[in-house]
């Protein structure tokens, strides 16, 4: 199944997103089920794994989670109460005024924006919520490790960044957002990883992938090699932190 200018960034390390990318907190899905008109059913676009589909399924009676990716969507964990689907945001596989939350976790940044809102306009009940949810770069909670991976990041790596990388960055603020905006403070997303999880993690950066292939060689070791005397215990678990940014809007105004 495929669709013309369908950025596929992730397929290649698909096992390796399922295994490293961090899980959202589970209190900005009941954040957002609170902002529904009701929990009956949410739409999680461009869900990969199923990362974010997961913290739906705590609030909501059923989750479809659609993906255009059929190896992300392989990874993900069966759940009774998710669908997964390959689909395209742009058409949506699901009924006139029949959802009441639509989210995109990390993900609509690659969307033909124009058309996945024709969609939302579609499919969204009266009132529905609409959230659009990324993270940047994450931190440690020892500042002389973040010095390596900002380096790395922005100077090793930076050039091999797709374009829309940017959106990122900024935190969703310049996206198009042609909603009736809600202002929320989202919690941070956080987790407890040792040497190998934080380096898994950034193993399926699109960017490595980029810069392995025009280099010739894994950038990402050069890294780890610098970096781990500097963590002292591989097996350590360090606080990694990331800053979450989401734009809600209300769709479908009564």
Not at 17 to 40: N, V
Not at 56 to 61: E, T, V
Not at 141 to 158: A, S
């Amino acid at each position: 199944m495929e669709q013309p200018n369908f950025k596929d960034h992730f397929s290649q390390q698909s096992q390796d997103y399922a295994l490293f990318r961090p899980h959202y907190p589970d209190a900005l899905g009941k954040m957002l089920a609170e902002l529904a008109p009701s929990t009956q059913l949410a739409l999680d676009v461009g869900c990969g794994s199923g990362q974010f589909s997961e913290v739906l399924a705590n609030d909501f009676d059923q989750v479809i989670a659609i993906d255009g990716s059929a190896e992300q969507l392989a990874q993900a964990k069966p759940h009774p109460k998710i669908q997964y689907c390959q689909a395209f945001a742009e058409n949506i596989p699901l009924a006139y005024q029949s959802v009441d939350l639509i989210s995109v976790a990390q993900a609509a940044h690659w969307l033909d924006l124009d058309k996945f809102y024709a969609e939302v306009h579609r499919i969204a009940k009266p009132n529905a919520i609409l959230a659009l949810i990324t993270y940047g770069v994450f931190h440690v909670d020892e500042e002389h490790l973040n010095h390596y991976f900002r380096h790395f990041y922005e100077v090793t790596i930076g050039p091999y960044w797709p374009p829309e990388r940017h959106h990122v960055n900024e935190g969703y603020k310049n996206l198009a957002f042609p909603f009736q905006e809600i202002s929320i403070q989202p919690p941070v997303l956080q987790v407890e990883w040792n040497f190998y999880q934080l380096i898994g993690y950034m193993s399926t950066w699109s960017a490595v992938k980029a810069a392995t292939k025009a280099l010739g060689h894994n950038p990402l070791n050069v890294l780890a090699d610098a970096l781990l005397p500097e963590w002292e215990d591989p097996e350590l678990p360090r606080v990694v932190s990331w800053p979450l940014a989401v734009r809600v809007g209300r769709v479908n105004l009564d």
